[in-house]
Protein backbone atom coordinates (compact mmCIF):
# COMPACT_ATOMS: atom_id res chain seq x y z
CA UNK A 1 0.00 0.00 0.00
CA UNK A 2 1.55 3.43 -0.93
CA UNK A 3 1.29 5.99 1.42
CA UNK A 4 1.49 9.53 -0.02
CA UNK A 5 3.23 12.36 2.17
CA UNK A 6 0.48 15.48 3.08
CA UNK A 7 0.67 18.71 0.50
CA UNK A 8 1.49 21.75 2.38
CA UNK A 9 -0.97 24.68 0.89
CA UNK A 10 0.19 27.38 -0.44
CA UNK A 11 0.31 30.53 1.11
CA UNK A 12 -2.38 32.83 0.52
CA UNK A 13 -2.15 35.92 -1.47
CA UNK A 14 -4.71 37.94 -2.83
CA UNK A 15 -5.60 40.98 -5.63
CA UNK A 16 -6.03 42.58 -1.53
CA UNK A 17 -2.24 42.50 -0.04
CA UNK A 18 0.07 42.12 -3.06
CA UNK A 19 0.01 45.74 -3.57
CA UNK A 20 1.37 47.00 -0.34
CA UNK A 21 4.04 44.20 -0.54
CA UNK A 22 5.02 45.58 -4.05
CA UNK A 23 5.31 48.66 -2.50
CA UNK A 24 7.58 47.32 -0.19
CA UNK A 25 9.87 45.06 -1.80
CA UNK A 26 10.63 48.29 -4.53
CA UNK A 27 11.60 50.43 -1.38
CA UNK A 28 13.47 47.15 -0.25
CA UNK A 29 14.98 46.97 -4.01
CA UNK A 30 14.30 49.48 -6.19
CA UNK A 31 12.69 46.95 -8.53
CA UNK A 32 9.31 47.26 -9.89
CA UNK A 33 6.46 44.98 -10.00
CA UNK A 34 4.28 46.06 -12.46
CA UNK A 35 1.25 43.44 -13.48
CA UNK A 36 3.40 41.44 -15.95
CA UNK A 37 5.45 40.35 -12.78
CA UNK A 38 3.26 40.06 -9.74
CA UNK A 39 3.50 36.23 -10.42
CA UNK A 40 7.38 36.56 -9.64
CA UNK A 41 6.48 38.48 -6.27
CA UNK A 42 3.98 35.95 -5.05
CA UNK A 43 6.39 33.35 -6.07
CA UNK A 44 9.04 34.66 -3.71
CA UNK A 45 6.69 35.48 -1.02
CA UNK A 46 5.49 31.92 -0.75
CA UNK A 47 8.64 30.77 -0.66
CA UNK A 48 10.04 33.18 1.49
CA UNK A 49 7.10 31.80 4.16
CA UNK A 50 7.24 28.12 3.35
CA UNK A 51 11.10 28.29 4.00
CA UNK A 52 10.30 30.02 7.40
CA UNK A 53 7.33 28.29 8.39
CA UNK A 54 5.40 31.57 8.73
CA UNK A 55 1.48 30.82 8.90
CA UNK A 56 -0.16 34.23 7.67
CA UNK A 57 0.85 37.13 4.89
CA UNK A 58 0.99 39.69 7.73
CA UNK A 59 3.74 37.87 9.50
CA UNK A 60 5.88 37.91 6.55
CA UNK A 61 5.11 42.03 5.91
CA UNK A 62 5.82 42.36 9.62
CA UNK A 63 9.59 40.37 9.31
CA UNK A 64 10.00 42.71 6.08
CA UNK A 65 9.26 45.83 7.13
CA UNK A 66 10.94 45.67 10.07
CA UNK A 67 14.01 47.97 10.03
CA UNK A 68 16.70 45.77 11.78
CA UNK A 69 18.20 42.74 9.69
CA UNK A 70 16.87 39.57 9.59
CA UNK A 71 17.19 36.00 7.74
CA UNK A 72 13.24 36.22 6.24
CA UNK A 73 14.97 40.05 4.66
CA UNK A 74 17.82 38.39 3.44
CA UNK A 75 15.97 35.11 1.77
CA UNK A 76 13.20 36.91 0.61
CA UNK A 77 15.64 39.18 -1.44
CA UNK A 78 17.38 36.00 -2.54
CA UNK A 79 13.99 34.62 -3.75
CA UNK A 80 12.66 37.88 -5.51
CA UNK A 81 16.31 38.85 -7.31
CA UNK A 82 16.58 37.44 -11.21
CA UNK A 83 20.30 36.12 -11.04
CA UNK A 84 20.19 33.94 -13.95
CA UNK A 85 23.82 34.59 -15.52
CA UNK A 86 26.33 32.85 -16.83
CA UNK A 87 29.99 33.36 -18.10
CA UNK A 88 30.92 35.69 -20.70
CA UNK A 89 27.40 36.58 -21.03
CA UNK A 90 26.87 38.68 -24.18
CA UNK A 91 29.95 37.74 -26.08
CA UNK A 92 30.41 41.14 -28.24
CA UNK A 93 30.70 43.34 -24.64
CA UNK A 94 33.27 40.61 -23.47
CA UNK A 95 35.05 41.19 -27.29
CA UNK A 96 35.11 45.14 -26.51
CA UNK A 97 36.19 44.64 -23.37
CA UNK A 98 39.48 42.08 -24.88
CA UNK A 99 39.80 44.06 -27.96
CA UNK A 100 39.23 48.02 -27.03
CA UNK A 101 38.67 48.90 -23.23
CA UNK A 102 41.26 46.94 -21.14
CA UNK A 103 43.87 47.16 -23.62
CA UNK A 104 43.07 51.02 -23.58
CA UNK A 105 43.39 51.08 -19.69
CA UNK A 106 46.20 49.03 -19.43
CA UNK A 107 48.10 51.19 -22.00
CA UNK A 108 46.83 54.20 -19.64
CA UNK A 109 47.61 53.38 -16.44
CA UNK A 110 50.67 51.28 -17.05
CA UNK A 111 52.78 54.05 -15.37
CA UNK A 112 50.75 53.86 -12.44
CA UNK A 113 50.47 50.16 -12.43
CA UNK A 114 47.07 50.85 -10.96
CA UNK A 115 43.57 48.98 -12.39
CA UNK A 116 39.81 49.65 -10.71
CA UNK A 117 36.99 47.11 -12.21
CA UNK A 118 33.32 47.08 -10.01
CA UNK A 119 30.37 44.07 -11.31
CA UNK A 120 27.81 45.70 -9.92
CA UNK A 121 24.37 43.63 -9.37
CA UNK A 122 27.42 40.57 -10.52
CA UNK A 123 25.00 37.81 -9.03
CA UNK A 124 26.82 34.54 -8.60
CA UNK A 125 29.69 35.92 -9.80
CA UNK A 126 30.33 34.48 -13.43
CA UNK A 127 31.09 38.01 -14.54
CA UNK A 128 33.56 39.19 -12.35
CA UNK A 129 34.69 36.23 -12.92
CA UNK A 130 35.26 36.36 -16.75
CA UNK A 131 36.67 39.54 -16.63
CA UNK A 132 39.58 38.21 -14.03
CA UNK A 133 40.22 35.54 -17.17
CA UNK A 134 40.40 38.06 -20.07
CA UNK A 135 42.37 40.67 -17.72
CA UNK A 136 44.65 37.64 -16.93
CA UNK A 137 44.85 37.00 -20.56
CA UNK A 138 45.84 40.60 -21.39
CA UNK A 139 47.77 40.81 -17.99
CA UNK A 140 50.88 38.97 -18.45
CA UNK A 141 52.54 40.92 -15.49
CA UNK A 142 49.56 40.84 -13.22
CA UNK A 143 51.56 40.15 -10.09
CA UNK A 144 53.39 43.63 -10.69
CA UNK A 145 49.99 45.40 -10.60
CA UNK A 146 47.53 46.70 -7.98
CA UNK A 147 44.37 45.14 -9.50
CA UNK A 148 40.62 45.89 -7.82
CA UNK A 149 37.77 43.65 -8.90
CA UNK A 150 35.09 44.16 -6.58
CA UNK A 151 31.43 42.49 -7.04
CA UNK A 152 28.62 43.41 -5.35
CA UNK A 153 24.86 42.37 -5.21
CA UNK A 154 21.88 42.97 -3.01
CA UNK A 155 21.65 38.59 -2.89
CA UNK A 156 24.19 37.88 -0.30
CA UNK A 157 23.00 34.51 -0.72
CA UNK A 158 23.98 34.60 -4.09
CA UNK A 159 27.33 36.47 -2.96
CA UNK A 160 27.92 33.05 -0.91
CA UNK A 161 27.94 30.93 -3.67
CA UNK A 162 29.90 33.49 -6.17
CA UNK A 163 32.97 33.37 -3.55
CA UNK A 164 32.60 29.53 -4.05
CA UNK A 165 33.79 29.86 -7.28
CA UNK A 166 32.23 26.55 -8.00
CA UNK A 167 29.40 26.03 -11.16
CA UNK A 168 27.59 23.53 -13.04
CA UNK A 169 28.27 23.06 -17.28
CA UNK A 170 24.72 25.63 -17.72
CA UNK A 171 27.19 28.09 -16.32
CA UNK A 172 30.22 27.33 -19.29
CA UNK A 173 27.14 27.40 -22.22
CA UNK A 174 29.07 30.52 -24.08
CA UNK A 175 32.73 29.74 -22.88
CA UNK A 176 35.30 27.91 -24.98
CA UNK A 177 36.31 24.95 -23.26
CA UNK A 178 40.02 25.83 -23.85
CA UNK A 179 39.47 28.52 -21.46
CA UNK A 180 37.25 26.10 -19.01
CA UNK A 181 39.62 24.05 -18.78
CA UNK A 182 42.84 26.17 -18.22
CA UNK A 183 40.75 28.33 -15.13
CA UNK A 184 38.50 25.47 -13.90
CA UNK A 185 39.36 22.13 -12.11
CA UNK A 186 36.56 19.59 -12.77
CA UNK A 187 34.74 17.90 -9.88
CA UNK A 188 32.02 15.39 -10.78
CA UNK A 189 29.55 17.45 -12.51
CA UNK A 190 30.60 20.70 -11.24
CA UNK A 191 33.92 22.86 -12.15
CA UNK A 192 35.38 24.72 -9.32
CA UNK A 193 37.35 28.30 -10.45
CA UNK A 194 41.13 27.76 -9.91
CA UNK A 195 42.30 29.61 -6.68
CA UNK A 196 44.62 32.25 -8.10
CA UNK A 197 41.42 33.78 -10.08
CA UNK A 198 39.06 33.40 -7.33
CA UNK A 199 41.64 35.19 -5.20
CA UNK A 200 41.56 38.27 -7.66
CA UNK A 201 37.81 39.02 -7.23
CA UNK A 202 35.89 40.75 -3.95
CA UNK A 203 32.80 40.39 -3.28
CA UNK A 204 30.71 42.26 -0.95
CA UNK A 205 27.22 43.07 -0.47
CA UNK A 206 25.85 46.43 -1.87
CA UNK A 207 21.97 47.78 -3.15
CA UNK A 208 22.41 49.62 -5.93
CA UNK A 209 19.05 51.94 -4.54
CA UNK A 210 20.86 53.42 -1.48
CA UNK A 211 22.92 56.46 -1.49
CA UNK A 212 26.26 55.17 0.32
CA UNK A 213 28.00 54.71 -2.80
CA UNK A 214 30.40 56.44 -4.50
CA UNK A 215 32.43 56.53 -1.29
CA UNK A 216 35.63 55.85 0.13
CA UNK A 217 34.06 54.72 3.12
CA UNK A 218 32.86 51.36 0.53
CA UNK A 219 35.79 51.37 -1.59
CA UNK A 220 32.85 52.43 -4.52
CA UNK A 221 35.11 55.21 -6.13
CA UNK A 222 37.34 56.03 -8.81
CA UNK A 223 36.77 53.13 -10.84
CA UNK A 224 38.25 53.11 -14.41
CA UNK A 225 35.47 50.72 -15.09
CA UNK A 226 32.04 49.90 -14.33
CA UNK A 227 29.91 46.61 -14.79
CA UNK A 228 26.14 47.49 -14.25
CA UNK A 229 24.67 44.84 -16.67
CA UNK A 230 20.83 43.81 -17.38
CA UNK A 231 19.43 45.37 -13.95
CA UNK A 232 18.54 48.88 -14.56
CA UNK A 233 15.80 47.52 -17.02
CA UNK A 234 14.32 46.56 -13.43
CA UNK A 235 13.93 49.57 -11.33
CA UNK A 236 11.66 52.62 -12.29
CA UNK A 237 12.91 55.16 -14.05
CA UNK A 238 13.67 57.88 -11.05
CA UNK A 239 15.55 55.13 -10.02
CA UNK A 240 17.15 54.10 -12.95
CA UNK A 241 18.40 58.20 -13.71
CA UNK A 242 19.85 58.07 -9.40
CA UNK A 243 21.71 54.70 -9.83
CA UNK A 244 23.24 56.26 -13.16
CA UNK A 245 24.17 59.68 -12.03
CA UNK A 246 26.07 57.52 -8.91
CA UNK A 247 27.71 55.03 -11.12
CA UNK A 248 28.70 58.42 -12.85
CA UNK A 249 30.61 59.94 -10.17
CA UNK A 250 31.74 56.51 -8.95
CA UNK A 251 33.90 56.20 -12.06
CA UNK A 252 37.55 57.91 -12.86
CA UNK A 253 37.63 60.41 -15.66
CA UNK A 254 37.95 58.64 -19.02
CA UNK A 255 36.27 55.60 -17.08
CA UNK A 256 34.07 53.49 -18.78
CA UNK A 257 30.62 51.87 -18.16
CA UNK A 258 29.09 48.98 -19.78
CA UNK A 259 25.20 48.16 -19.39
CA UNK A 260 23.16 45.24 -21.08
CA UNK A 261 21.26 45.94 -24.76
CA UNK A 262 17.95 46.20 -23.08
CA UNK A 263 18.27 48.80 -20.90
CA UNK A 264 17.02 52.33 -20.60
CA UNK A 265 17.30 55.05 -23.65
CA UNK A 266 20.69 57.11 -24.15
CA UNK A 267 19.16 59.49 -22.78
CA UNK A 268 19.48 58.30 -19.01
CA UNK A 269 23.35 58.09 -19.99
CA UNK A 270 23.26 61.80 -21.50
CA UNK A 271 26.07 63.25 -19.45
CA UNK A 272 28.14 60.09 -20.80
CA UNK A 273 30.15 60.12 -24.15
CA UNK A 274 28.62 57.46 -26.05
CA UNK A 275 31.21 55.11 -27.86
CA UNK A 276 29.81 52.38 -30.66
CA UNK A 277 32.02 49.58 -30.75
CA UNK A 278 31.17 46.55 -33.13
CA UNK A 279 27.73 45.12 -32.20
CA UNK A 280 27.72 46.91 -28.99
CA UNK A 281 27.42 50.70 -27.39
CA UNK A 282 28.96 51.72 -24.29
CA UNK A 283 29.68 54.56 -22.32
CA UNK A 284 32.51 56.77 -21.48
CA UNK A 285 33.25 59.39 -18.41
CA UNK A 286 34.73 62.46 -20.02
CA UNK A 287 38.02 63.48 -19.18
CA UNK A 288 37.56 67.21 -17.52
CA UNK A 289 39.65 69.75 -18.84
CA UNK A 290 41.90 71.88 -15.88
CA UNK A 291 41.69 74.94 -17.39
CA UNK A 292 37.53 74.66 -16.59
CA UNK A 293 38.64 74.82 -12.99
CA UNK A 294 39.54 78.32 -11.38
CA UNK A 295 39.94 77.57 -7.84
CA UNK A 296 43.79 77.78 -6.68
CA UNK A 297 46.01 75.34 -5.20
CA UNK A 298 47.00 76.36 -1.50
CA UNK A 299 51.14 77.05 -1.15
CA UNK A 300 53.48 73.99 -2.25
CA UNK A 301 54.79 74.17 1.12
CA UNK A 302 51.38 73.11 2.88
CA UNK A 303 50.73 70.41 0.59
CA UNK A 304 51.62 67.18 1.47
CA UNK A 305 54.19 65.07 -0.75
CA UNK A 306 52.75 62.77 -3.71
CA UNK A 307 53.87 59.22 -3.66
CA UNK A 308 52.61 56.77 -5.54
CA UNK A 309 49.45 55.51 -4.99
CA UNK A 310 48.77 52.29 -2.43
CA UNK A 311 45.40 51.26 -0.79
CA UNK A 312 44.03 48.38 1.27
CA UNK A 313 41.95 47.23 -1.73
CA UNK A 314 45.35 46.18 -2.90
CA UNK A 315 47.02 44.54 -0.46
CA UNK A 316 45.80 40.55 -0.75
CA UNK A 317 44.63 38.14 2.21
CA UNK A 318 48.27 36.85 2.39
CA UNK A 319 51.24 36.43 4.54
CA UNK A 320 49.87 38.07 7.92
CA UNK A 321 52.51 36.91 9.35
CA UNK A 322 54.83 39.35 7.99
CA UNK A 323 53.54 41.68 10.02
CA UNK A 324 53.03 42.23 13.45
CA UNK A 325 54.06 45.32 15.07
CA UNK A 326 52.94 48.34 16.07
CA UNK A 327 57.07 49.92 15.46
CA UNK A 328 58.24 47.91 12.84
CA UNK A 329 61.96 47.14 13.32
CA UNK A 330 64.23 47.03 10.01
CA UNK A 331 66.23 43.49 10.21
CA UNK A 332 69.83 43.55 9.55
CA UNK A 333 69.93 42.98 6.25
CA UNK A 334 67.95 46.37 5.56
CA UNK A 335 70.04 48.13 8.29
CA UNK A 336 72.99 47.40 5.95
CA UNK A 337 71.25 48.00 2.86
CA UNK A 338 69.95 51.88 4.74
CA UNK A 339 70.26 54.66 2.60
CA UNK A 340 71.19 57.90 4.13
CA UNK A 341 68.78 60.33 4.63
CA UNK A 342 65.66 61.69 5.47
CA UNK A 343 63.46 58.32 5.42
CA UNK A 344 61.83 59.16 2.19
CA UNK A 345 63.95 56.79 0.11
CA UNK A 346 63.29 54.15 2.65
CA UNK A 347 59.66 54.42 2.23
CA UNK A 348 59.42 54.17 -1.22
CA UNK A 349 61.24 51.44 -1.51
CA UNK A 350 58.78 50.08 1.25
CA UNK A 351 55.83 50.47 -1.27
CA UNK A 352 57.81 49.22 -4.04
CA UNK A 353 58.02 45.64 -1.90
CA UNK A 354 54.53 46.21 -1.33
CA UNK A 355 53.50 46.60 -4.63
CA UNK A 356 55.16 43.56 -5.46
CA UNK A 357 53.48 41.38 -2.59
CA UNK A 358 57.08 40.90 -0.53
CA UNK A 359 55.37 42.20 2.75
CA UNK A 360 58.40 41.45 5.32
CA UNK A 361 60.69 43.19 3.13
CA UNK A 362 58.00 46.25 3.02
CA UNK A 363 57.78 45.74 6.93
CA UNK A 364 61.30 46.40 7.15
CA UNK A 365 61.66 49.16 5.12
CA UNK A 366 58.55 51.06 6.30
CA UNK A 367 60.56 50.36 10.13
CA UNK A 368 63.58 51.61 8.74
CA UNK A 369 61.77 55.19 7.17
CA UNK A 370 60.26 55.71 10.49
CA UNK A 371 63.41 55.23 12.37
CA UNK A 372 64.96 57.73 10.00
CA UNK A 373 62.36 59.86 10.36
CA UNK A 374 59.49 59.34 13.25
CA UNK A 375 57.83 62.51 11.94
CA UNK A 376 57.18 60.86 8.14
CA UNK A 377 53.24 61.03 7.70
CA UNK A 378 53.64 59.17 4.71
CA UNK A 379 55.61 56.03 6.62
CA UNK A 380 52.75 55.95 9.24
CA UNK A 381 50.27 55.79 6.70
CA UNK A 382 52.06 53.03 5.06
CA UNK A 383 52.48 51.06 8.21
CA UNK A 384 48.71 51.64 8.98
CA UNK A 385 47.88 49.89 5.44
CA UNK A 386 49.85 46.66 6.35
CA UNK A 387 48.81 46.36 9.35
CA UNK A 388 45.26 46.10 7.77
CA UNK A 389 46.41 43.50 5.27
CA UNK A 390 47.12 41.77 8.57
CA UNK A 391 44.14 42.43 10.02
CA UNK A 392 45.13 44.61 12.95
CA UNK A 393 42.49 46.91 12.96
CA UNK A 394 43.14 48.58 16.57
CA UNK A 395 47.38 48.62 15.82
CA UNK A 396 46.28 50.18 11.82
CA UNK A 397 44.01 52.82 13.65
CA UNK A 398 47.56 54.11 16.18
CA UNK A 399 49.25 54.25 13.21
CA UNK A 400 46.89 56.64 11.12
CA UNK A 401 46.38 58.80 14.56
CA UNK A 402 50.33 59.02 14.57
CA UNK A 403 50.19 59.94 10.76
CA UNK A 404 47.65 62.19 11.54
CA UNK A 405 49.77 63.85 14.42
CA UNK A 406 52.80 64.49 12.68
CA UNK A 407 51.18 65.48 8.87
CA UNK A 408 47.71 67.24 10.22
CA UNK A 409 47.23 68.08 6.35
CA UNK A 410 47.82 64.27 4.92
CA UNK A 411 44.34 64.04 3.63
CA UNK A 412 44.12 60.28 3.08
CA UNK A 413 45.46 59.24 6.40
CA UNK A 414 42.10 61.62 7.64
CA UNK A 415 39.85 59.21 4.58
CA UNK A 416 41.28 56.24 5.57
CA UNK A 417 40.83 56.88 9.42
CA UNK A 418 37.31 57.92 8.53
CA UNK A 419 36.64 54.62 6.96
CA UNK A 420 38.03 52.36 9.88
CA UNK A 421 36.17 54.26 12.81
CA UNK A 422 33.02 53.49 10.43
CA UNK A 423 33.76 49.90 10.77
CA UNK A 424 34.42 49.82 14.48
CA UNK A 425 31.26 51.60 14.91
CA UNK A 426 32.23 54.72 16.12
CA UNK A 427 30.57 57.01 13.40
CA UNK A 428 30.37 60.08 15.33
CA UNK A 429 34.12 59.83 15.13
CA UNK A 430 33.87 58.88 11.72
CA UNK A 431 31.69 62.38 11.30
CA UNK A 432 34.20 64.23 12.53
CA UNK A 433 37.31 63.26 10.49
CA UNK A 434 35.50 63.79 7.67
CA UNK A 435 34.28 67.02 8.21
CA UNK A 436 37.84 67.57 8.96
CA UNK A 437 39.08 66.26 5.31
CA UNK A 438 36.28 68.21 4.28
CA UNK A 439 37.64 71.34 5.51
CA UNK A 440 41.27 70.55 4.17
CA UNK A 441 40.32 69.72 0.65
CA UNK A 442 38.19 73.04 0.77
CA UNK A 443 42.13 74.37 0.09
CA UNK A 444 42.69 72.49 -2.76
CA UNK A 445 41.79 73.36 -6.71
CA UNK A 446 38.55 71.10 -7.39
CA UNK A 447 40.94 69.17 -10.11
CA UNK A 448 44.20 68.53 -7.41
CA UNK A 449 44.87 64.90 -7.58
CA UNK A 450 45.08 64.14 -4.00
CA UNK A 451 48.05 61.66 -3.25
CA UNK A 452 47.40 58.36 -1.82
CA UNK A 453 43.12 58.23 -2.80
CA UNK A 454 43.29 56.12 -5.96
CA UNK A 455 43.98 59.54 -7.78
CA UNK A 456 40.92 61.20 -6.91
CA UNK A 457 40.62 64.87 -7.17
CA UNK A 458 39.78 67.41 -4.31
CA UNK A 459 36.36 67.94 -6.21
CA UNK A 460 35.89 64.22 -6.23
CA UNK A 461 36.24 63.58 -2.75
CA UNK A 462 34.30 66.43 -1.71
CA UNK A 463 31.38 65.32 -3.59
CA UNK A 464 31.94 61.43 -1.76
CA UNK A 465 32.20 63.27 1.52
CA UNK A 466 29.08 65.27 1.10
CA UNK A 467 26.73 62.24 0.11
CA UNK A 468 28.43 60.43 3.21
CA UNK A 469 27.82 63.00 5.64
CA UNK A 470 24.20 63.67 4.12
CA UNK A 471 23.58 59.78 4.90
CA UNK A 472 20.57 59.43 7.83
CA UNK A 473 22.32 58.61 10.74
CA UNK A 474 26.08 59.79 10.00
CA UNK A 475 26.32 63.70 10.82
CA UNK A 476 25.49 64.43 14.07
CA UNK A 477 23.61 67.56 15.03
CA UNK A 478 26.55 69.22 16.31
CA UNK A 479 29.92 68.30 15.07
CA UNK A 480 32.98 70.27 15.21
CA UNK A 481 35.92 70.37 13.36
CA UNK A 482 38.20 68.01 15.62
CA UNK A 483 41.26 66.06 14.23
CA UNK A 484 41.54 62.05 14.98
Given at each position: ????????????????????F??????????????????????????????????????????????????????????????E?H???????????????????I??R?????????????????????V??????????????????????I?E???????????????????????R???????????????????????????????????????????????????????????????????????????????????????????????????????R????????????????A?????????????????????????????????????????????????????????????????????E????????????A????????????????R??????P?Y???????????????????????????????????????????????A??????????????????????????
Amino acid sequence: MLTTLPVRPKPPFDNCCLPRFAQLATAMTGLEFPECRLPDLTRALRETMMQFELAEPDELYNLLAARRDHPVKRAFISHLTIGETHFFRNQPQFDALAETILPELIARRRPQRRLRIWSAACATGEEPYSVAIVLDQLLPDYADWDVTILATDIDEQALARARRGIYSAWSFRQMDETVRVRYFITQGRFNELTPAIRRRVTFAPLNLVEADYPSLLTNTAQFDLILCRNVLIYFAPATTRQVVDRLYMALADGGWLLVGHAEPSQEIFAQFATVNLPDTVVYRRPCLAASAHTLSSPPAASLPAAPPRMSTAALPAASHAAISSVSPQPSAAARVAAPAGDGVTACQRARDYAGRRQWREAEQWVGLALEQQPLLGEAHYLHALLLLEAGQIETAITALRRCIYVAPTYIAGHLLAALLYQRQGEVRRAAGTLTYARHLLQRYAIDAVIPDTDGATAGQLLTMIEAQLTLPGVLPERTTLVQS
